[in-house]
Protein backbone atom coordinates (compact mmCIF):
# COMPACT_ATOMS: atom_id res chain seq x y z
CA UNK A 1 0.00 0.00 0.00
CA UNK A 2 2.92 2.13 0.46
CA UNK A 3 4.16 1.79 -2.67
CA UNK A 4 1.27 2.43 -4.34
CA UNK A 5 0.88 5.82 -2.17
CA UNK A 6 4.06 7.23 -3.11
CA UNK A 7 3.46 6.14 -6.80
CA UNK A 8 0.77 8.31 -6.79
CA UNK A 9 2.19 11.39 -5.56
CA UNK A 10 4.81 11.20 -7.65
CA UNK A 11 1.88 10.81 -11.01
CA UNK A 12 0.25 13.68 -9.22
CA UNK A 13 3.06 15.64 -9.29
CA UNK A 14 4.14 14.92 -12.91
CA UNK A 15 0.84 15.98 -13.98
CA UNK A 16 0.82 18.99 -12.09
CA UNK A 17 3.74 19.90 -13.79
CA UNK A 18 2.87 19.27 -17.09
CA UNK A 19 0.05 21.20 -16.98
CA UNK A 20 1.92 23.83 -15.43
CA UNK A 21 4.58 24.29 -18.27
CA UNK A 22 2.19 23.19 -21.17
CA UNK A 23 -0.49 25.65 -20.59
CA UNK A 24 0.85 28.66 -18.85
CA UNK A 25 -0.09 32.13 -19.14
CA UNK A 26 3.59 33.75 -20.73
CA UNK A 27 3.59 31.27 -24.01
CA UNK A 28 1.05 31.31 -26.52
CA UNK A 29 -0.54 27.43 -25.68
CA UNK A 30 -3.73 25.76 -27.25
CA UNK A 31 -5.35 24.22 -24.46
CA UNK A 32 -7.91 22.28 -27.01
CA UNK A 33 -5.11 20.49 -28.73
CA UNK A 34 -3.57 19.63 -25.67
CA UNK A 35 -7.36 18.27 -24.24
CA UNK A 36 -7.43 15.92 -27.25
CA UNK A 37 -3.82 14.55 -27.04
CA UNK A 38 -4.57 13.70 -23.30
CA UNK A 39 -7.92 12.40 -24.00
CA UNK A 40 -6.77 10.48 -26.80
CA UNK A 41 -3.68 8.90 -25.07
CA UNK A 42 -6.21 7.71 -22.16
CA UNK A 43 -8.69 6.10 -24.49
CA UNK A 44 -5.44 4.03 -25.76
CA UNK A 45 -4.56 3.08 -22.45
CA UNK A 46 -7.94 1.50 -21.43
CA UNK A 47 -7.89 -0.23 -25.14
CA UNK A 48 -5.02 -1.89 -23.68
Request: charged share 15%; net charge negative.
Amino acid sequence: MAVAVLFAFLSGGIVLNVLKEELSEQRESRFWAFAFGTFGYAILLLAL
